[in-house]
Nanobody, 117 residues
Framework: QVQLVESGGGLVQAGGSLRLSCAAS????????SDWFRQAPGKEREFVAS???????NYADSVKGRFTISRDNAKNTIYLQMNSLKPEDTAVYYC???????????WGQGTQVTVSS
């Protein structure tokens, strides 16, 4: 079993930055892909970014050029650096991990990001 704990959310003005963290309870990056999702009020959860065990990275079109996913193997932590934030980025952000692409074995509890205009 793996526990994922997100942190770093908060309230920020449009144009500002936040860095989210997702700490895993044990070493997983050697075999798991790690993804960020978000869910805004009244909307379905959507993919934001992913990093595979061999460091292939993908982003949703809506965040390309503004968000950066990374990981620190020594800390068992993945990060989501979010720059040039927009009000439409407001959502609860979740991290997830799985062995197979598109299948998620573990989810975090989420962290709220609110971007004011």
């Amino acid at each position: 079993q793996v526990q994922l704990v997100e942190s770093g959310g908060g309230l920020v003005q449009a144009g500002g930055s936040l860095r989210l963290s997702c700490a895993a309870s044990r070493r997983t990056f050697g075999s798991y892909h790690s993804d960020w999702f978000r869910q805004a009020p009244g909307k379905e959860r959507e993919f934001v970014a992913s990093i595979t065990h061999n460091t292939n990275i993908n982003y949703a079109d809506s965040v390309k050029g503004r968000f950066t996913i990374s990981r620190d193997n020594a800390k068992n932590t993945i990060y989501l650096q979010m720059n040039s934030l927009k009000p439409e980025d407001t959502a609860v952000y979740y991290c997830a991990q799985g062995v197979f692409v598109g299948i998620y074995d573990y989810w975090g509890q989420g962290t709220q990001v609110t971007v004011s205009s």
